[in-house]
């Protein structure tokens, strides 16, 4: 295999101009599916991108945006591997903000900017040219391959378990492969094995039909903003612990191996808390820093009374909190949105309860048969050690995978630390695209080996 690995890297070097060219043109091609700017001629885009790479490609119809699937045959007996990216990006955002425009992408300093960059373009191609490499290199692919570009990722894949229940109800796969988001905070090359879920509400408390003067009517008008303030209070208490009766029904624990690979996780508590600006961690039950990320939590994102930022002295007639709760294994939104709803009702009657978005948890425990090879096909494309990740503290919609068909999903992520993706400047270093080349080539060949 490192003779095959030489071989992959000589031909991503003598290529490197070329394949920069290729990722370059993907990211001008805009792909907002927010907006629907760019979309048909992204999917067609993509679907020569799945040829070109020596996969059937097809686009598959959904309610919203069309899922780009192609498909490449293994040896007989080798493991079917999906691969997962999302080839929708987010809106530009500030126009003003971007050194470069968002969809004409500049080479700055070794890294490439543009939107989608590094979320997720850039990542799920290095992916895809892996396999044209073996295919050129060998004839062929060690595995058996379907890879799955979703075109709603940025808007909560709402097409997804569906495509995923239909395509592979009869033809489950044996592992899932997806790169999204950074590696590790300490730079480190990653493996990671989960991702929480989430729920978005917004709560609503209404008042008096206009803002009345404080003086006046203080102590007489209803004030929607106490009634909303002592509802927030009411749901988590002072140490961080959630007290919606049933948000904790059905919480996993952590396995011995998850708490391991936790322990062995490098942290600079001090070095990361400056980094935000803070000296001391959010109020939790949980004692460590990883621990907190892979437990629920309860967010409020945003509190406002609705009055176009004046502050005057006045007993406000909207208050209105944003928030969301993050979740983990075993827990299922709609037990979590009933429990939530059931509260407010319950504590507050007045008060109305808005669900928003929602994403399931997914989760993949150490011990499951791919994770060696996956680690391993990782630190030989590398040529470092990964980390292994029990969990992202944010969310993807991996759970249509494990929940759907209850196979392992790994993420080997490409991009940077500070790839901004969502914001202005979003960039990907152009070596971890080139070397993540090699990794998904690797990590390809470990898998084949595994029968």
Known sequence: ???????????????????????????????????????????????????????????????????????????????????????????????????????????????????????????????????????????????????????????????????????????????????????????????????????????????????????NWGGVGLNPAWQLVQLLASMRDADGNVLVEGFNDGVIPLSPQERAALEALPLNLSEVLAGIGTTRLEPSAEPGYYERLTAPTFTINSLTCEDAGEHRTVIPSVAVARCDVRLVGGQRVPDVVEAMRRHVAEHAPDIEFIPGGTMSPSRTLPETPFTRAVLTGTELGLCEPPLLVPALGGSLPISAFTDELDVPCYGVPLANVDERNHAPNENLELDRFLNGIVAAAAIQLTLGDHR
């Not at 978005?200 to 003067?213: D, I, K, M, S, Y």
Request: net charge negative; with cysteine; proline share 8%.
């Open 1 to 215: 295999m490192d003779a095959l690995l030489d071989r992959v890297r000589l031909w991503v070097a003598e290529r490197h101009e070329s394949l920069t060219n290729e990722f370059g043109a993907w990211v001008a091609q805009p792909s907002v599916s927010r907006t629907g700017e760019g979309m048909p001629e992204a999917l067609v885009h993509g679907m020569d991108l799945l040829r070109g790479c020596g996969l059937e490609p097809e686009a598959v119809a959904t309610d919203g945006i069309p899922t780009l699937i192609g498909t490449a045959d293994g040896p007989p007996g080798a493991p079917h591997v999906v691969i997962y990216g999302h080839y929708d990006v987010q809106p530009a955002g500030p126009l003003d903000e971007w050194i470069s425009p968002p969809f004409e992408p500049e080479i700055r300093d070794g890294r490439m900017y543009g939107r989608g960059t590094g979320d997720n373009k850039g990542q799920h191609l290095a992916q895809l040219l892996g396999l044209r490499a073996l295919r050129e290199l060998t004839g062929g692919l060690p595995c058996r391959v379907t890879v799955l570009l979703d075109g709603e990722e940025e808007i909560g894949s709402p097409s997804l378990p569906r495509v995923v229940r239909e395509r592979f109800a009869d033809d489950r796969p044996d592992l899932v492969l997806w790169s999204d988001g950074p590696v590790h905070e300490s730079g480190r090359a990653c493996v990671v094995l989960g991702v929480r879920g989430i729920v978005t509400f917004e709560l609503r408390a209404t008042g008096p039909t206009t803002a009345l003067h404080s003086g």
